[in-house]
């Protein structure tokens, strides 16, 4: 009961904050499945490990992973002995990095956050027979029976108070029975805010693409924030490992003073610099990326719901990394701008 129960509670919840829609909704939602699904997976995991115990037949990496608190290598262990499918666990791995983005990194998509919401309530419902069974045998906690329990558990009510049995198949029908289908589907919603995402993105670029005169090359430009980027990143981390190492000798640290670091854009020293810490150094970029971008965005329409989402994260992530590349460049060229128009009202 201590797992079902609540992972039921917890998908039906979700599924009332996807039927109100809306992205507070979806956000709601999308962690509250997460959630259950950790739970589904850890008692999965837990399981197969009890079974273990006699045959031993796991290795100790694997058992490592499933007893471990790292969902991306619980996933993969049930994917190993064929619990999870492959592209189960891609669109597993896509809704959780959203998920932590939620926690972590503030409000970035949300147009299409109770989409993403919806699909990871499915493809939950989904997994529920295989990681839970397709019944399961319960011992009796009535404290854990509240109204919402015997709502959702009818099989419960006139129950052995020692054992009960609970069709998890059943219950799966019942979470996802009547589900409306959204206005708008979703391989639509992806490819429009994608392709929402990709002007936005090309509209940062072109404000640094010409440089501070207004004559350099973009693809000139796009190559040198993605040099200056991956140097000074590169060198931040030789720094850190060289403090690492300075600590475990008892010396004191050397750290780096981050404003000097941002005058050396621009300056053929960071190119110099580029040779000897990243000799094999390529841009990730060579051209301009957008129109790229939007063919993948546009073929999204003609792919099924976990394929459209490959194809959503892998774009989106490539965004989201030249987004940060650009972030300082065009800080510095908002200031140089601000400069120019303080020296012209001096002038005035």
Partial sequence: MRVVIPVAEQLDR???????????????GLILIDNALELMCHQK????????????????AQRNDARGQVFGRKVAFLKGLGHIADDQVRAITIFHRHRNQLYHAGLRNDPVVDHLARRYFVLTIELMAPLLGVARHLRWEGAL???????????LAGASRHRARVDIADLARRLQADLPEPAQGLQAALRDHLLARIQRSEEDFAFIATGRGGKDDPRDTLRRVQLEHDTLAELVRVRRDQDK?????GLPEKPLDESVLSMARGMPILVELNGKLLPDWHPKHRGLPFSSWRKQAASIDRQESLQALDIFDRVLREIEALDEVMAEPIDDMHGWNQHMEDVMMDRR
Avoid at 15 to 26: A, K, S, T, Y
Avoid at 145 to 155: C, F, H, I, M, Y
């Fill in 14 to 28: 979700a599924r009332q904050e996807i039927l109100v829609g809306g992205p507070l909704n979806g956000r709601i």
């Fill in 45 to 60: 995991a837990t399981e197969i490990l009890e079974r273990d115990r006699a045959s031993r037949r796991l290795s100790p």
């Fill in 145 to 155: 029976l509240d109204d919402t329990a015997r709502r959702l558990l009818p099989e």
């Fill in 245 to 249: 190492e300075r600590r475990r000798l």
